[in-house]
């Protein structure tokens, strides 16, 4: 519509509550006896416990109990996804520890000080054994077991025989290559957290209250009701401010898990929230790949085949990360190449050491890096410069929807489009020229031009999501939606979607999420869904309440339906007729509250693409990187709020950076 709010840069109104602390983040609860949780972690990769003395640690001042596996009895389980289920992780460590940080035992205190203190005197009797801690070597026969009676290899993916030998036949080039997609720590300013109150809160009548910093309140919710036999409707799952996610508070972990059974079986309130030092051993690692890749090609540079190996390390308990080699790492390998030919086999390793999730792209980053990794390699065997091998290859815009051979089905893709805006923002020409000038002339600092062509996933598997618009008597709207933001601007986005179809001033529209209680599905956030599924919801909601709302005013004002609109002024008026108008206040207060709530549904994903143009100085003596300038240009769709887009480029920008130097 004219004067549409959309496509501008609006300030997040997220900001003014972060800003001046007036936000609350679950380390902030002050519930009325709440207790504090430190746990006892192993300080060995692997080994048998031989038993646990807790008594010197009860005794302490301040201290309320102290909890082994056989005291709470608590079920082993998975995380967010299952690799393979039967591989359990308890939420105390049982019999074995099987990684530096897993937690054998937990102090509760009347403190955090008294609980933290008295963790030291906690002694843990414990027989050494050997581990495994690379994931390749985990692989290999006579690798130190990480369970008795099998092997380290918790899932596989393997290419039919023909289509392995297949892969490279016509190739009259073969470039090959081991690629090591690096284990990371997901390092949120804010670790996990959660904060359990035996009962109801607010005066509501539930067996279960849990704060948590979460992505997923309504899976959390989910995940706890089941393993505590509870009905799900008894458990409130509520997620004030989160100081960050990308991935790794996604699912119930095993510290929650144990903070829930210590609630139950004291019947008091009790809170963990988690110091950095934690976080670093606790919170699931990502990435963690080692790739195999051969890659053929005609000797004019146009790719005949991809044989690809990749072993994803999933840490201890296999993790649900080292199982994303065999979903979105596979899915994802032919990239936005015409590839003809592709044998993939994925193995995923267990090894002594922190599980493995997710962390921002979730094993599509991965992807990219190692395909277009072996691009560079074929550019420089045939001599050909790195754009001209990608142009030659790149999938034909006229052939999409395509579907890949790997199953993915992209929508619509121009590849070259995002490459050649990169390229003359970067000036890529000039550049080459600087790099051949100062390798003549023999210059120790070097110049890096690095190029990348990408396609992603968002709203993996497409599904559905929740959202409603309520407009009250005075006229202002909350809206809600079962996503659940922590930092992406949810409520800025969502509340100019709101504004822009209803007509309502933004300042005039509450958001509301992350409640279980308030809000009654959903599927949190996680892929990059959030928008495209939640937004979505939220509009169509808006559009439902328009029309109740133009029923509604069309019977105030005694005109058709179809007469009536909705004005640039946010006014209800009779297309064509000189009348007074009628306010949404006016037309809201006439009856109950205009309220939709509904599900979007979405068949399959979309898949958004771009490029990227990056130069470093490298100097080749000491070995000092220096970025220089990064450009990249990213297909957004319609850009709603160009800061929110901004800030996600930023910040994607600073963690890929961070990775690879």
Same mark, same amino acid.
Request: glycine share 12%; with cysteine; charged share 20%.
């Given at each position: 519509?004219?004067?549409?709010?959309?496509?501008?840069? /609006?300030?997040?109104?997220?900001?003014?509550?972060?800003?001046?602390?007036?936000?609350?983040?679950?380390?902030?609860?002050?519930?009325?006896?709440?207790?504090?949780?430190?746990?006892?972690?192993?300080?060995?990769?692997?080994?048998?416990?031989?038993?646990?003395?807790?008594?010197?640690?009860?005794?302490?001042?301040?201290?309320?109990?102290?909890?082994?596996?056989?005291?709470?009895?608590?079920?082993?389980?998975?995380?967010?996804?299952?690799?393979?289920?039967?591989?359990?992780?308890?939420?105390?460590?049982?019999?074995?520890?099987?990684?530096?940080?897993? *937690?054998?035992?937990?102090?509760?205190?009347?403190?955090?000080?008294?609980?933290?203190?008295?963790?030291?005197?906690?002694?843990?009797?414990?027989?050494?054994?050997?581990?495994?801690?690379?994931?390749?070597?985990?692989?290999?026969?006579?690798?130190?077991?990480?369970?008795?009676?099998?092997?380290?290899?918790? @899932?596989?993916?393997?290419? @039919?025989?023909?289509?392995?030998?297949?892969?490279?036949?016509?190739?009259?080039?073969?470039?090959?290559?081991?690629?090591?997609?690096?284990?990371?720590?997901?390092?949120?300013?804010?670790?996990?957290?959660?904060?359990?109150?035996?009962?109801?809160?607010?005066?509501?009548?539930?067996?279960?209250?849990?704060?948590?910093?979460?992505?997923?309140?309504?899976? =959390?919710?989910?995940?706890?009701?089941?393993? =505590?036999?509870? *009905?799900?409707?008894?458990?409130?799952?509520? #997620?004030?401010?989160?100081?960050?996610?990308?991935?790794?508070?996604?699912?119930?972990?095993?510290?929650?898990?144990?903070? /829930?059974?210590?609630?139950? @079986?004291?019947?008091?309130?009790?809170?963990?929230?988690?110091?950095?030092?934690?976080?670093?051993?606790?919170?699931?690692?990502?990435?963690?790949?080692?790739?195999?890749?051969?890659?053929?090609?005609?000797?004019?540079?146009?790719?005949?085949?991809?044989?690809?190996?990749?072993?994803?390390?999933?840490?201890?308990?296999?993790?649900?990360?080292?199982?994303?080699?065999?979903?979105?790492?596979?899915?994802?390998?032919?990239?936005?190449?015409?590839?003809?030919?592709?044998?993939?086999?994925?193995?995923?390793?267990?090894?002594?050491?922190?599980?493995?999730?997710?962390?921002?792209?979730?094993?599509?980053?991965?992807?990219?890096?190692?395909?277009?990794?072996?691009?560079?390699?074929?550019?420089?065997?045939?001599?050909?410069?790195?754009?001209?091998?990608?142009?030659?290859?790149?999938?034909?815009?006229?052939?999409?929807?395509?579907?890949?051979?790997?199953?993915?089905?992209?929508?619509?893709?121009?590849?070259?489009?995002?490459?050649?805006?990169?390229?003359?923002? @970067?000036?890529?020409? !000039?550049?080459?020229?600087?790099?051949?000038?100062?390798?003549?002339?023999?210059?120790? $600092?070097?110049?890096?031009?690095?190029?990348?062509?990408?396609?992603?996933?968002?709203?993996?598997?497409?599904?559905?999501?929740?959202?409603?618009?309520?407009?009250?008597?005075?006229?202002?709207?909350?809206?809600?939606?079962? #996503?659940?933001?922590?930092?992406?601007?949810?409520?800025?986005?969502?509340?100019?979607?709101?504004?822009?179809?209803?007509?309502?001033?933004?300042? !005039?529209?509450? =958001?509301?999420?992350?409640? #279980?209680?308030?809000?009654?599905?959903?599927?949190?956030?996680?892929?990059?869904?959030?928008?495209?599924?939640?937004?979505?919801?939220?509009?169509?909601?808006? +559009?439902?309440?328009?029309?109740?709302?133009?029923?509604?005013?069309?019977?105030?004002?005694?005109?058709?339906?179809?007469?009536?609109?909705?004005?640039?002024?946010?006014?209800?008026?009779?297309?064509?007729?000189?009348?007074?108008?009628?306010?949404?206040?006016?037309?809201?207060?006439?009856?109950?509250?205009?309220?939709?709530?509904?599900?979007?549904?979405?068949?399959?994903?979309?898949?958004?693409?771009?490029?990227?143009?990056? $130069?470093?100085?490298?100097?080749?003596?000491?070995?000092?990187?220096?970025?220089?300038?990064?450009?990249? $240009?990213? +297909?957004?769709?319609? /850009?709603?709020?160009?800061?929110?887009?901004?800030?996600?480029?930023?910040?994607?920008?600073?963690?890929?950076?961070?990775?690879?130097?």
């Amino acid at each position: 519509m004219p004067g549409s709010i959309l496509g501008t840069s /609006v300030r997040r109104v997220e900001d003014r509550e972060l800003i001046t602390g007036a936000s609350t983040y679950v380390g902030n609860l002050a519930l009325p006896g709440l207790l504090h949780l430190a746990f006892v972690r192993s300080p060995l990769a692997h080994g048998r416990i031989a038993g646990i003395e807790t008594a010197q640690a009860a005794a302490a001042p301040g201290v309320v109990a102290v909890f082994t596996a056989a005291d709470l009895d608590l079920p082993a389980h998975h995380g967010l996804l299952v690799v393979n289920p039967e591989l359990p992780r308890p939420p105390l460590a049982t019999d074995r520890v099987r990684f530096v940080g897993e *937690a054998v035992a937990v102090v509760v205190g009347e403190t955090k000080a008294a609980a933290v203190d008295a963790v030291e005197l906690v002694e843990v009797d414990y027989d050494p054994l050997p581990a495994a801690v690379d994931p390749e070597a985990a692989l290999e026969a006579g690798a130190p077991a990480q369970f008795e009676g099998r092997d380290n290899l918790a @899932a596989g993916l393997r290419a @039919a025989p023909a289509d392995a030998e297949a892969a490279l036949a016509d190739a009259e080039v073969v470039v090959r290559a081991r690629m090591v997609n690096q284990r990371l720590a997901v390092m949120p300013m804010e670790g996990n957290a959660i904060a359990v109150l035996p009962g109801g809160y607010e005066g509501r009548d539930d067996d279960l209250t849990i704060w948590a910093s979460t992505q997923m309140p309504h899976g =959390f919710r989910a995940q706890a009701a089941t393993l =505590f036999g509870l *009905a799900t409707e008894r458990v409130r799952v509520i #997620t004030p401010h989160v100081g960050g996610g990308f991935g790794g508070k996604a699912g119930m972990l095993a510290e929650h898990t144990t903070a /829930v059974g210590v609630a139950r @079986a004291i019947g008091r309130p009790v809170s963990w929230v988690e110091t950095r030092s934690e976080n670093l051993v606790s919170m699931p690692h990502g990435r963690g790949q080692v790739a195999y890749y051969e890659l053929g090609l005609s000797r004019e540079g146009r790719i005949t085949g991809l044989r690809a190996r990749v072993v994803g390390d999933s840490g201890a308990y296999a993790g649900f990360g080292g199982g994303l080699t065999l979903g979105p790492t596979y899915l994802m390998s032919q990239g936005v190449y015409a590839i003809p030919k592709i044998a993939f086999d994925g193995a995923v390793a267990l090894t002594n050491t922190t599980p493995m999730g997710a962390f921002r792209g979730a094993g599509r980053p991965e992807a990219t890096a190692h395909l277009e990794r072996m691009m560079d390699l074929a550019a420089d065997e045939l001599g050909l410069d790195p754009v001209e091998i990608r142009r030659r290859n790149f999938l034909d815009p006229a052939s999409f929807p395509v579907t890949t051979l790997p199953g993915a089905r992209y929508d619509i893709g121009d590849y070259d489009l995002p490459l050649r805006e990169a390229l003359r923002l @970067a000036d890529y020409e !000039k550049l080459r020229e600087e790099q051949r000038t100062r390798r003549e002339a023999g210059d120790p $600092v070097a110049l890096g031009i690095g190029i990348c062509v990408y396609v992603e996933i968002t709203a993996g598997g497409g599904g559905s999501e929740f959202g409603s618009v309520t407009v009250h008597a005075d006229g202002s709207a909350t809206i809600s939606a079962g #996503t659940s933001a922590h930092g992406q601007g949810h409520a800025t986005a969502f509340a100019m979607l709101a504004s822009d179809r209803l007509g309502i001033p933004f300042e !005039k529209i509450r =958001f509301v999420q992350s409640d #279980t209680a308030l809000v009654p599905r959903g599927s949190g956030t996680g892929g990059s869904r959030s928008l495209q599924m939640g937004g979505n919801a939220v509009l169509v909601a808006a +559009d439902d309440v328009l029309e109740q709302a133009r029923r509604r005013a069309a019977e105030l004002m005694e005109a058709a339906v179809d007469d009536v609109e909705l004005t640039e002024a946010g006014e209800f008026g009779v297309a064509g007729v000189p009348s007074v108008p009628l306010t949404w206040e006016q037309v809201a207060s006439h009856g109950e509250e205009l309220f939709a709530g509904l599900d979007f549904h979405q068949d399959g994903a979309t898949y958004p693409f771009g490029a990227h143009v990056s $130069v470093v100085e490298v100097d080749t003596e000491t070995g000092r990187v220096t970025p220089r300038r990064h450009v990249a $240009v990213d +297909d957004c769709g319609r /850009v709603l709020n160009p800061l929110l887009v901004e800030g996600q480029q930023h910040g994607g920008l600073a963690q890929g950076v961070a990775q690879a130097l």
